[in-house]
């Protein structure tokens, strides 16, 4: 949102610098204190989304090299026990709603490799867990699950990972993009739904798509910016 906002005529260098400072100053807040340590610990999507703001925060505020240690020194720990070999993330399918916690915490995990791309830090894609498994092994096992069935849950959870991974990996077989199709189904052609995922998620056989291809909004959809949206909502409410 604020890469949005800093386009507009309203923004000067006085609200860039002192906006910047909130969300470095922020950033050690989640750094030293008591509940943001407890955050980085643990082993669950708690710290994948802890790295995925922190990481954020810091690249925003001018401390990239710190965003790219943090994302290095998540794929070296919690991340490692995160896939299973057979793609279950294991930390997820013990929850309550299973399919839900394990495509949220793919959300997480597949903005912070994109994050990481974007900064030229480790690429997250392709780096494997102990198990041997990647990210793109768990988004398989996920629409293996989608295809038996996921009884109450709500299946368009997967599709901001979903999106992520079919730019990434590619999709020479269709396998993505069917399921995507066969997911938006079900949103009865919901706007927040149609391609806000990703700068790729364009399907050509799918027709309630836009193409928003190198659009500003690509990631305004996900729980991320959502996030950031309320932090700065919380900013300005101060200021007033």
Known sequence: MVKILCKSRAWNDEIDKGIKKWFSDF????MNSKIGKGAAKRLNNHATFYVAQLATYLEFSGRTGEARNLIKTFADTT???????????????????????QSFNLEALTYIALLSKNINGIN??????????????????????????VGEEDIT?????????????????????????KILKKTNG???WWTVY?????SDNNPCCLDMENSGAVL????????????????FAFLI
């Open 157 to 181: 959870t997967l599709l901001p990972a979903l999106y992520k991974s079919r730019d990434h990996y590619g999709d020479e077989s269709g396998r993505y993009t069917n399921e995507i199709n």
């Open 220 to 235: 305004l959809g996900t729980s991320l910016y959502g996030f950031l949206s309320l932090s700065l909502g919380i900013f």
């Open 79 to 101: 991340f490692q026990n995160s896939i299973l070999e057979s793609g279950e993330q294991p930390m997820e399918s013990k929850r309550t709603k299973p399919f839900h916690y």
């Open 198 to 202: 990703s700068p790729k998620s364009v």
């Open 27 to 30: 950033s050690d807040w989640l």
């Open 190 to 192: 919901a706007s927040e």
């Open 124 to 149: 997250l894609w392709e780096t494997k867990t102990k198990y041997g498994t990647t990210i793109q092994n768990a988004i398989d096992y996920m629409i293996s699950l989608a295809g038996r069935g």
